[in-house]
């Protein structure tokens, strides 16, 4: 059964609410989520280039639309993208993509899906779940709104990663099942 764009988006907007803000995993996400300034879409391409058309019009969309609209989009797709590792090797692609927009610098792209595995890292080690979406993800980020969110938590991206560690650590495998529990 394929799920509608609605299930996606209510899945999405869980995940977002219960762990990148409930867990404070992403400390910027909460102040443009409630400004209603996070677009999420769900793609329907079926192939690759159509995928890639969609990215196309998100990231021109992105750099012409005022922070204040838009400041960061998800998006977001159900079924192309099932083996994490295809995901990832298409991650190349997507650089290029911003590269071809002359955007480096501008925007970057942040990835997730819902079997993410950090390099050199277990498949089941809890690490990767801070990286874990319901649906593979790409998340097109305003560099200069990434920039001023570091500095305003102190300006160590890195100690954002060992704390998203930590939270998920004293979390645990089940309590990450708890949390995302549609109940």
């Known amino acids: 059964m394929e799920l509608t764009d609605q299930q996606v988006l209510d899945d999405t907007r869980r ?8 867990l404070n995993l992403c400390p910027f996400a909460r102040s443009v989520y409630v400004k209603n300034q996070v677009r999420i ?8 280039d159509a995928f890639l058309d969609e990215l196309d019009r998100e990231l ?7 922070a204040e609209e838009i400041d ?6 159900p079924a192309l993208f099932p083996d994490f590792f ?3 090797d298409f ?3 997507v650089d290029e993509v911003v590269a071809e927009h002359d955007l480096e610098g501008v925007i970057q792209v942040a990835s997730f899906h819902p079997a993410f ?3 050199g890292v277990d498949a089941d080690d809890i690490s990767n779940f801070t990286n874990r979406a319901p649906y593979p993800t790409l998340h097109l ?24 560690i930590r939270t998920l650590e004293a979390l645990g495998r089940q309590g990450w099942v708890d949390l995302m529990s549609k109940a």
């Open 86 to 88: 295809v995901f990832n």
């Open 91 to 93: 991650l190349n692609v």
């Open 15 to 22: 995940w977002i609410e219960k762990a990148v803000i409930g």
């Open 117 to 119: 595995q950090f390099e």
């Open 72 to 77: 960061t989009t998800l998006l977001v797709h």
């Open 141 to 164: 980020l305003r560099e200069d709104s990434v920039e001023r969110a570091v500095a305003s938590d102190g300006g160590n991206a890195d100690e954002i990663v060992e704390r998203n």
């Open 60 to 66: 021109d969309l992105l750099a012409n639309t005022p």
């Open 41 to 48: 879409v769900v793609s329907r391409a079926r192939h690759v």
